[in-house]
């Protein structure tokens, strides 16, 4: 199974900086999701990504306020933009090895905007 | 679209106690499904899994059987420990139509607190 680190694990923010999530992967895998959870709820998918094309972002999620980089089959980012309180949440990376099978969860990170 | 329905929480129970937590989806097609575990402070982990109908998924005690007729994957365990405590969260992931993708689908997620 795929082992996935998560940096920052947590952060504290100003409004209106922006955050740069990186996700390391230790194997190569073809498919990364990077998702949203806020404080005792479910997970929300912000975008997929493939390496080589463009990120597909999930509605009510656009690349201005989340882009995303994936330069190769280990490794994607996420960048929070312009950030405010709201955007306080916890980050999760995530992969899958077989195409619609199950899905492999770094640690998170946990960012506060003040 | 396809959708994941769970129980909510909090679930609290005492130790040794059955532990069942409901599930039920609508989906398009012959979706897999999962159980995935999310302990304090940490990222979610798959617990078990089923792949078709009729399917079995089981691990650390935990079971939860795949019925299409019902459109359930209900998870339980015969007696649950301290240790169990944890936000369990069902999902499926089948294939689109549109794009050939496997969009995953989440459950809002159940919390356990079992007390000892």
């Known amino acids: 199974s795929a082992v996935i680190s998560q940096k920052p694990s947590r952060d504290i923010c100003q409004r209106g900086t922006s955050l740069t999530i990186q996700c390391q992967v230790d194997?190569?895998?073809?498919?990364m999701f990077w998702y949203r959870q806020q404080p005792g709820q479910s997970l929300t998918l912000i975008a997929t990504?493939?390496?080589?094309?463009?990120?597909?972002?999930e509605s009510g999620f656009v690349i201005d306020k989340f882009p995303i980089s994936r330069p190769n089959l280990t490794f994607s980012t996420l960048t929070v933009s312009n950030m405010s309180p709201e955007d306080s949440s916890i980050y999760l990376c995530?992969?899958?090895?077989?195409?619609?099978?199950?899905?492999?969860f770094g640690p998170g990170t946990r960012l506060l905007v003040l | 679209g396809n959708s994941v329905t769970q129980m909510e929480g909090p679930v609290t129970l005492s130790e040794e106690a059955f532990l069942t937590i409901n599930c039920t989806y609508t989906?398009?097609?012959?979706?897999?499904l999962f159980w995935y575990v999310q302990y304090p402070g940490e990222g979610l982990q798959l617990l078990l899994k089923?792949?078709?109908?009729?399917d079995k998924g089981s691990n650390k005690g935990f079971e939860a059987t795949y019925r299409k007729e019902t459109t359930s994957f209900h998870l339980e365990k015969g007696s649950v420990q301290v240790s169990d405590s944890a936000v369990y969260f069902c999902?499926?992931?089948?294939?689109?139509?549109?794009?050939?993708?496997?969009?995953?689908?989440f459950g809002r997620g159940t919390s356990l607190i079992v007390h000892p």
């Open positions: 995530s992969v899958e090895e077989v195409p619609g099978e199950t899905q492999y």
């Open positions: 194997s190569q895998v073809t498919m």
């Open positions: 999902a499926l992931r089948s294939l689109m139509a549109s794009g050939g993708s496997y969009i995953p689908t």
């Open positions: 990504a493939n390496q080589g094309s463009e990120a597909t972002y």
């Open positions: 989906a398009t097609g012959y979706p897999s």
């Open positions: 089923a792949t078709k109908a009729d």
